[in-house]
């Protein structure tokens, strides 16, 4: 099992922009932000994880923790620490995994469409962080 802490705060996949080239073809690319956490993780990732990119069938359990809003009082600020509260406001989660996977990609695993098992959680948090598992599918598992 592999186990991972990034010390950033989640971001989540933005919608890819297009544009033409000077030959009129057209490219697809990720708005700057997003290209920029995507760089920014995926060192964070090359830095904890230095092994081979695994081949298998993945199952993934990941957090994301996001900041509290500024704006709340201080006891609905102490609920959504202590987890009473949880984040249902944007970023929709799948966002969120989208842009992590992508950065892992060649990384962790070398592609995420080895991922056949997720569970993905949304906190809120003094210290915006995404933690990661990554374990391999057992075999023995009959999926009938």
Not at 49 to 65: G, H, I, P, W
Not at 129 to 140: A, D, G, L, M, Y
Request: aromatic share 8%.
């Amino acid at each position: 099992m592999v186990k991972l802490v990034f010390d950033i705060e989640p971001q989540s996949q933005l919608r890819p922009r297009a544009a033409y080239t000077r030959a009129g073809h057209i490219v697809v690319y990720d708005p700057k932000v997003t290209h920029e956490y995507k760089q920014r993780l995926r060192s964070l990732a090359q830095q904890q994880y230095t092994q081979e990119a695994l081949t298998d069938a993945l199952k993934v359990d990941v957090s994301f923790f996001r900041p509290v809003q500024k704006s709340i009082s201080h006891a609905e600020r102490a609920r959504r620490i202590a987890g009473e509260h949880r984040p249902v406001v944007k970023s929709d989660i799948d966002n969120y995994v989208k842009a992590l996977f992508d950065s892992l990609n060649g990384v962790v695993w070398r592609d995420d469409k080895q991922i056949c098992d997720l569970v993905a959680h949304k906190y809120y948090t003094d210290r915006p962080r995404i933690e990661i598992e990554v374990s391999e599918v057992n075999e023995e598992v009959n999926a009938s």
